[in-house]
């Protein structure tokens, strides 16, 4: 079992930056990744970035250069680094744990809105 909590969104003007954070708890030594997915109004929950265990990251196309993601290992948190932030980046963005013991598992966080707009 393993809880995830995110934290950090909140109202942004257009360019501005927000960092959203994501704990995890428990069995966090079987973590295999760590991921941001996003959903706005009326459209499906799509991934934003990722990080895996080792470190290597992925990103969605219409984040690539803005948003960053990273992981503090001991505290057992991700990161996502917001910048140049637009108007269709407003969603709730959710942070996604995984974890594999000997199948695997996914973990969701309750989501944090982030909201773009002058």
């Known amino acids: 079992q393993v809880r995830v909590v995110e934290s950090g969104g909140g109202l942004v003007q257009p360019g501005g930056s927000l960092r959203l954070s994501c704990a995890a708890s428990?069995?966090?030594?079987?973590?295999?990744?760590m991921n941001w997915y996003r959903q706005a109004p009326g459209k499906e929950r799509e991934l934003v970035a990722s990080i895996a265990s080792g470190g290597s990251t992925n990103y969605a196309d219409s984040v690539l250069g803005r948003f960053t993601i990273s992981r503090d290992a001991e505290k057992n948190t991700a990161y996502l680094q917001m910048n140049s932030l637009k108007p269709e980046d407003t969603a709730v963005y959710y942070c996604?744990?995984?974890?594999?013991?000997?199948?695997?598992?996914?973990?969701w966080g309750q989501g944090t809105q982030v909201t773009v707009s002058s």
């Open positions: 996604n744990v995984r974890v594999v013991l000997i199948e695997a598992y996914n973990y």
């Open positions: 428990g069995k966090t030594y079987a973590i295999s990744a």
